[in-house]
């Protein structure tokens, strides 16, 4: 399945990209198609300016953020939480 873009950056008005590249997987008759986020790209969003992007690849399944404070872990799960409109209570 080729990479699609999701997101309020679609639908213009916005000054910075956020895009959420989607993919699947075929799990079998029983278990079928299982959607996940395959990429997250931010730019000029919270700690990721315009000339470094981030530009994060995620694979099936669990998928670990570790860092140091201030690394920008929360900025990656708030930038795919807005994409996705959800609120900060959600």
């Known amino acids: 399945m ?5 997101g309020p950056c679609d639908q213009g ?4 990209p ?3 590249h989607c993919n699947y997987t075929f799990q079998g008759i029983i278990r079928g198609i299982r959607l996940y ?3 997250i790209y931010a730019a000029g969003y919270r700690c990721f ?3 470094a992007p ?3 690849k995620l694979s099936p399944g669990l998928n ?5 404070n201030d690394a920008g872990k929360s900025a990656i799960i708030d930038a795919a939480r807005y994409v996705l409109w959800t609120r900060g209570d959600d």
């Open 49 to 51: 300016a315009p000339d």
């Open 2 to 6: 080729e990479a699609k873009s999701v």
């Open 37 to 39: 986020i395959s990429e």
């Open 54 to 56: 981030l530009q994060l």
């Open 13 to 16: 008005g916005l000054d910075f």
């Open 18 to 20: 956020i895009l959420l």
């Open 64 to 68: 670990i953020l570790a860092g140091s």
